[in-house]
């Protein structure tokens, strides 16, 4: 898990003047007014605070609404006229007569189980499972669906382990066009990740998907230590939402007895 990064920023002044014209008190005089009219602000931008400084931590449910807000954005930004959709199974036999297409699709859409196609025109993901697997230790299944409580511990990871997600999932009806992955991690209150992974286009059949990610290490020390708030989403192209969970887990200095 990647740490957070606090952005700052810095003001620059040019004060433009003319050598020939302006006196050294006179030059002086300007940068005091300048100075001051840059404290005024400040105090009165520390007033507005109600005195205290600007403080740019959020708690969890700033960060979700901000997360959705980005997803309107881009959603927004890359809407196009797709024209009508068609069932998967009449883009198959639209056309069979045609050789060299009917080999086109095949080589497009793979080898496409027909059982698993129906006359929906949606495509259907189920994600069947989400597991924790770290080198050494049995796998942490997280129960689909989710029956824990709000801010209970559904499992505990050694600080430095290393870990990967594996997920499985089976996909029905149609194409899914870009499955994505969003995982955002919490602590505190303050965001600590914010995972978004395209994983690619799937086409139906009757065997589920395996995916696993990339290897992570839990991070370590004192503050790394405690109680992480979760949101996992999986989600299309079109904005189609196929899970969306929120949880909790634990960091400590030893594993944790949760299965």
Known sequence: MSSAAVGTFSASKQIGFNKNETKA??????????????????????????????????????????????????????ELDLGPQVSLKEQLEKDKDDESLRRWKEQLLGSVDMSAVGESKEPEVKILSLSIVSPGRP??????????????????????????????????????SGLKYVNTVWKTGIRVDNTKLM?????????PY????????????????????????????DDKV??????????????????
């Open 242 to 259: 196929y899970l969306d969970v929120s949880y909790h887990f634990e960091i400590q200095k030893n594993w944790g007895s949760r299965p």
């Open 199 to 207: 994983l690619g286009t799937f086409s139906p059949q009757k065997e």
């Open 139 to 176: 796998d942490i299944i997280l129960p689909i669906p989710f029956v824990t409580k709000p801010k209970t511990c559904l499992f505990t990871l050694k600080e430095g382990s290393r870990f990967r997600l594996k997920f499985t999932f089976n996909v029905s009806n149609n194409i899914v």
């Open 210 to 237: 395996t995916f696993e990610l990339e290897e992570e290490t839990t991070p370590s020390g004192l503050f790394a230590r405690g109680s992480y708030a979760v949101r996992t989403k999986f989600v299309d192209d």
């Open 25 to 78: 008190g006179e030059e002086e005089e300007l940068r005091d007014e300048k100075n001051k009219k840059f404290i005024d602000d400040n105090d009165e931008e520390a007033v507005n605070n109600g005195g205290k400084p600007h403080d740019d931590q959020h708690d969890e449910k700033e960060e979700e609404e901000e997360e959705d807000d980005d997803d309107a954005k881009l959603k927004s930004e890359k």
